[in-house]
């Protein structure tokens, strides 16, 4: 089994920034692809951004295009998304995914594991 445990999550003014964290344990090896997700209270979960195994490959939901950054450090079983320039509605609580294939994706049932959620609250 693979864990996924994210930190970074807090409160934040409109137009900050917050850098998330997601820690992967467990049998790490089998993971390749993995994603950030979220879901805002009464709202289905929504994909935030993706990337590959060695980082070449990224893809992000377009409302986040150009403020957010997925990145992973393997050596460490990290992965990492750095938010800039936060608007109110993205406040949720934030999923860090990982899956077995080695395919960035947007789409949610793809992903094998997950993590506990971290909330992100943004004030305006």
């Known amino acids: 089994q693979v864990q996924l445990v994210e930190s970074g999550g807090g409160l934040v003014q409109a137009g900050g920034s917050l850098r998330l964290s997601c820690a992967a344990s467990g049998r790490t090896f089998s993971i390749f692809a993995m994603a950030w997700f979220r879901q805002a209270p009464g709202k289905e979960r929504e994909f935030v951004g993706s990337i590959n195994w060695s980082g070449e490959s990224t893809l992000y939901a377009d409302s986040v295009k150009g403020r957010f950054t997925i990145s992973r450090d393997n050596a460490k079983n990290m992965v990492y998304l750095q938010m800039d320039s936060l608007k109110p509605e993205e406040t949720a609580v934030y999923y860090c995914?990982?899956?077995?294939?080695?395919?960035?994706?947007?789409?949610?049932?793809?992903?094998?594991?997950w993590g506990q959620g971290t909330q992100v609250t943004v004030s305006s």
């Open positions: 995914a990982a899956r077995r294939l080695n395919y960035v994706s947007g789409r949610y049932q793809e992903y094998n594991y």
